[in-house]
C-alpha cells in the first residue's frame, strides 16, 4: 500500500528539477543532522564533565580569573588599560590570574615573533647554502641541518641553557668589560634607549613629521629638486623637536650587588630558549628553502646563466623570488609549529604561556578551566599565523595567475 | 541503514555511560585491593624524602617509607606499591584523577588545597620551615639582602606563595622570582650562580648542602618564610580511604609511644596490654572495621617500623641529611614534640 503510494508521488512529480531539490534537501537534512549530533554528543560530554567534577566537589568557573595570583614570574609584562592605549607593566603576587596568563602570553609571543624572524634569516641562508658550489660550505651547512633536525629539541633547550649560558662568566666579573654589551649568567645586557622626560606631544608631532618627510626624500621617483626640499622640511621639524624638548636617552647597564642591572636585558631563560628555537627552525626553513630550489625549472638557472648573470645574482633576483612563492605554506606550518614549540621554555623556567599556566592552575586548584584557555589561546594563535599567511600566500600568488 | 541505527545505539550507550559513570564510583580502597598494588604519588628529587638514590639506584626517603608503610597496611606487602614520580605541580592532578591513590611529597597543608584543589590531607607527619640558601661568597645575611638578586624555587609549591606574601610584608620590590619544575634545576642553577638563593623547604635546603661536593659553599639563611607542615593527600570525599590512610599515619605515631619495633613486634604481641594486643591483631583488632586485615599495623611496622625507625632511617645521624628530632616539633609528644596519635580505643 504505502509501496504504492510512494511510487505514484514519484511517477507524477519526478521532473528533474524536483528531482535535484529533494536531492538538496535530504543532502542538508543529512548534514544537518550530523552536525545536531556531534553538538549533542559535545553537550553530553561537557555535562558529564560537570557531573564528575560536581561528585569530586569541584565546581566550574572562570571567576578565579580576576582573583590575585599570589606569585611572583621572574619577567613578563602584562597590558594595563587606561584609556584607549594599554601601558605594559610588569607583573607581581597582586595582579590577577588573568594578568599572569597575559605575561606569559606576551613572553611567548616575544620569543616566536623574534624567532620567526631570525630563524628565517638563518634558514634561507642555510639553504642557500646547501646548494653551494663549495664542496665545504654545502657539506657543512648539510651537516648542522642534519644534526639540528635529528636531535629532540628539547635536549637541544638543556645543552644551550645548562651548558652554554650558564657556563658564561658569573655576575659581577664581566661587568666591566665592555659598557655597550654585557654577557654575564644573568643574562644579556644591551643600553636601552628611551624617550627622554621633557619629550611631549608636541615634540613627538614633529619627529613623526620629520620621519614623513625624510623617508619622501628617499624615494627615487620625486625629482631631484624636491627631494633637496624635503629633506630640508625634514630637517627644520628634528630642530624644531629638539627645541621642545625631544631627545633619546640610552639607559645603560650598571653594575649591582649581584652584577649588571638595567638597560635591555635578555635573561638566560629567554636567551636559551630563542637560541634553541631559532637554531632548531633554521634547520627545517634550510630544508624547506633547498627543496624549493630544486623544484624550480632548470630552465631558469640556464636562462640566467644565458643572460651572464653571477650566480649570486641568480639566486637573489631570478631563484629566491620564485622560490617563496612556492614555499609559503610550508613556512606558515613551521611558524606554527614554532609558537606552539615555545611551550618547551617550562624545561628552563622560562615564564612562557604554558608554563605559567601550569601555575596559575596549581595554586589556584582550576587546572580544567585553565587548560582550556590555554588551549584556546594558543589555537587562536595559530589561526592567527596562517590568516597571515594565507593573506600574503594570496597577494603573491595573484602576480603569478 | 544498519550504520545508522549502529550510531544511534552507540550515542545512547555513551549517554547512559558517561551520565552513569561518576555514580558508580566506589572507594580509592576498593579499587586498591582489587589491583594489588598501591599507586603513591612521590618524587625522585628531594634527598631525605624522596629521593631516587643514584649509588644504590633504590628510592629512599621518609616519603618514600610512607608510601611503603601504606601499601603494608593495606595489601600487607610494602613492596607491592608502584610509585608515580610527580612534580610539584603534578602531585594534585595525579591524585584527584586517580592516577595515584595517595600522595606523599613534602606537602605543606594549607587552606586552598582542601578548597580548591579537592583533596583530603592525611595527619602531619614532618614540621619543617621555609627558607633560603645562599653561596657563602656572596655575603648574604639576611632576606633584605637579596633584594636585587634573583631567588629560585619549584614551581607550584607552598614556597612560591609563601616568597611573594614576605616580600610584600618585608617591603621589598626589585627581587625576581625564577621558578623551575623540579628541585634539582633549581640546585643546579644557585650551584652556577643564575640564582643568588634557592628558596624551599630547610630540611630540604639542608639536604641538598648536603649532598654538594662542598657543603661549606653554602650557608642556610636563619630567616625563613614561615611555617611548613608536611602531609600526605588522598582525593576529596573519600572517608572510607581517607579514614584508614590517617589511622594508619597515627599508627606510626602510636607504635613509637609504645615502643614497638621491627625487631621486637614478636615480644610485643605477648604483651599484656589488651589495648596493644587489639592494635597489633592478636585479639580481635581494628582492621576489620577499616575494611582491611587485622593485622593491618603489625604488618606495617614488620615491614617498615614505627615513625622513628622510618625517621632515623632517612633522616637519622647514620645518614648525608642528618636533622637532630630533639626538642623540636619532629619528636613524639611524649618527648615534647609534636606527633601525636589520639588513642587507639
Not at chain 1, 521532473?15 to 553538538?39: D, E, F, M, Q
Request: glycine share 10%; aromatic share 10%; hydrophobic share 45%.
Amino acid at each position: 500500500m504505502i509501496e504504492a503510494k510512494t511510487k505514484l508521488w514519484r511517477s507524477s512529480l519526478a521532473t528533474p528539477s524536483v528531482k535535484r531539490y529533494v536531492a538538496r534537501v535530504r543532502y542538508k537534512l543529512t548534514h544537518g543532522a550530523v552536525v545536531a549530533a556531534v553538538i549533542g554528543l559535545l553537550i553530553l560530554i561537557a555535562l558529564a564533565i560537570h557531573q564528575n567534577l560536581t561528585s569530586r566537589g569541584i565546581d566550574f568557573s572562570f571567576a578565579y580569573l580576576s582573583a590575585p595570583s599570589r606569585f611572583g614570574i621572574s619577567e613578563g609584562l602584562a597590558p594595563v588599560w587606561t584609556g584607549w592605549a594599554p601601558i605594559f607593566e610588569s607583573v607581581d603576587a597582586t595582579s590577577s590570574n588573568l594578568g599572569m596568563l597575559e605575561a606569559g602570553l606576551f613572553n611567548t609571543l616575544k620569543v616566536a615573533l623574534l624567532a620567526i624572524t631570525f630563524s628565517t634569516l638563518v634558514g634561507v641562508a642555510l639553504g642557500v647554502l646547501r646548494l653551494s658550489t663549495n664542496w665545504l660550505v654545502r657539506n657543512l651547512a648539510f651537516a648542522i641541518g642534519e644534526f639540528i633536525r635529528n636531535t629532540p629539541i628539547l635536549i637541544q633547550l638543556m645543552f644551550w641553557y645548562f651548558a652554554v649560558l650558564l657556563q658564561l662568566p658569573s655576575s659581577g666579573s664581566a661587568t666591566k668589560v665592555s659598557k655597550w654589551l654585557v654577557v654575564e649568567q644573568s643574562g644579556v645586557f644591551l643600553p636601552l634607549p628611551h624617550l627622554s622626560d621633557s619629550a611631549g606631544p608636541a615634540s613627538g608631532f614633529f619627529v613623526a613629521v620629520a620621519i614623513a618627510f625624510l623617508a619622501a626624500a628617499c624615494l627615487r621617483r620625486f625629482p631631484a629638486r624636491w627631494r633637496i626640499a624635503l629633506l630640508g622640511v625634514g630637517l627644520c621639524a628634528i630642530g624644531a623637536s629638539y627645541a621642545l624638548g625631544f631627545g633619546i636617552n640610552l639607559d645603560w647597564p650598571v653594575l649591582g650587588r649581584f652584577g649588571a642591572t638595567g638597560g635591555l636585558h635578555f635573561t638566560p631563560e629567554m636567551s636559551a630558549i630563542l637560541i634553541t628555537i631559532i637554531v632548531n627552525s633554521a634547520g627545517y626553513i634550510s630544508e624547506i628553502v633547498r627543496g624549493g630550489i630544486e623544484g624550480l625549472a632548470k630552465g631558469q638557472w640556464e636562462a640566467a646563466a644565458a643572460l651572464g648573470l653571477s650566480r649570486g645574482d641568480t639566486i637573489r633576483d631570478i631563484v629566491l623570488p620564485q622560490v617563496f612563492r612556492i614555499i609559503i605554506p610550508s613556512l606558515t606550518n613551521r611558524y606554527i609549529s614554532l609558537t606552539k614549540d615555545t611551550a618547551i621554555g617550562i624545561a628552563i623556567g622560562f615564564p612562557e604561556l604554558f608554563n605559567v599556566s601550569g601555575t596559575v592552575a596549581n595554586q589556584s586548584g582550576r587546572d580544567f578551566e585553565t587548560v582550556i584557555v590555554v588551549m584556546t589561546i594558543y589555537l587562536l594563535l595559530s589561526w592567527l599565523i596562517s590568516a597571515l599567511a594565507n593573506f600574503v600566500n594570496r597577494r603573491i600568488a595573484l602576480e603569478r595567475a | 541503514m544498519r550504520l545508522r541505527s549502529t550510531i544511534g545505539y552507540f550515542c545512547t550507550a555513551l549517554a547512559f555511560g558517561l551520565a552513569a559513570a561518576p555514580t558508580a564510583r566506589a572507594s580509592v580502597l576498593d579499587d586498591v585491593k582489587q589491583r594489588g598494588v598501591l599507586n603513591c604519588a612521590t618524587g625522585d628529587a628531594i634527598p631525605g624524602f624522596s629521593y631516587l638514590n643514584p649509588k644504590t639506584s633504590k628510592m629512599e626517603g621518609l616519603d618514600v617509607d610512607l608510601c611503603r608503610a601504606t601499601a603494608a597496611a593495606v595489601l600487607g606487602d610494602p613492596d607491592k606499591v608502584h610509585f608515580v614520580i610527580v612534580t610539584g605541580k603534578s602531585r594534585f592532578n595525579t591524585v584527584t584523577t586517580g592516577q595515584a591513590d595517595v600522595g606523599f611529597f613534602s606537602t605543606t597543608v594549607y587552606p586552598v588545597r582542601e578548597s580548591a584543589i579537592a583533596v583530603d590531607f592525611l595527619p602531619i607527619n614532618f614540621y619543617d620551615a621555609g627558607g633560603f640558601m645562599v653561596k657563602a661568597s656572596t655575603g648574604v645575611e639576611t632576606v633584605k639582602d637579596l633584594a636585587g638578586g634573583t631567588i629560585c624555587t619549584t614551581q607550584g609549591t607552598a614556597t612560591e606563595v609563601a616568597l611573594a606574601n614576605l616580600f610584600k610584608s618585608q617591603n621589598i620590590t626589585d627581587i625576581k622570582v625564577l621558578t623551575f619544575d623540579s628541585a634539582d634545576k633549581v640546585f643546579a642553577a644557585l650551584g652556577s650562580g643564575r640564582c643568588n638563593a634557592m628558596a624551599t623547604d630547610k630540611t630540604a635546603l639542608a639536604s641538598w648542602r648536603g649532598s654538594s661536593p662542598k657543603p661549606d659553599d653554602y650557608i642556610i639563611l636563619r630567616e625563613g618564610t614561615g611555617k611548613s607542615p608536611f602531609a600526605g593527600f588522598v582525593v576529596a570525599n573519600d572517608s572510607k580511604w581517607r579514614n584508614l590512610l590517617r589511622w594508619t599515619v597515627f599508627g606510626l605515631f602510636q607504635a613509637e609511644e609504645w615502643g614497638i619495633t621491627t625487631a621486637n613486634l614478636d615480644e610485643m604481641k605477648k604483651s599484656p596490654d589488651p589495648v596493644i594486643r587489639k592494635f597489633l591483631g592478636v585479639e580481635g583488632g581494628m582492621g576489620e572495621d577499616f575494611h582491611v586485615s587485622n593485622s593491618f599495623m603489625a604488618d606495617m611496622i614488620k615491614a617498615v617500623g614505627n615513625y622513628g625507625e622510618m625517621y632515623d632511617r632517612s633522616l637519622g645521624p647514620k645518614t648525608p641529611y642528618y636533622i637532630d628530632r630533639t626538642g623540636t616539633p619532629n619528636a613524639s609528644w611524649v618527648n615534647g614534640g609534636l606527633l601525636y596519635s589520639p588513642p587507639w580505643e
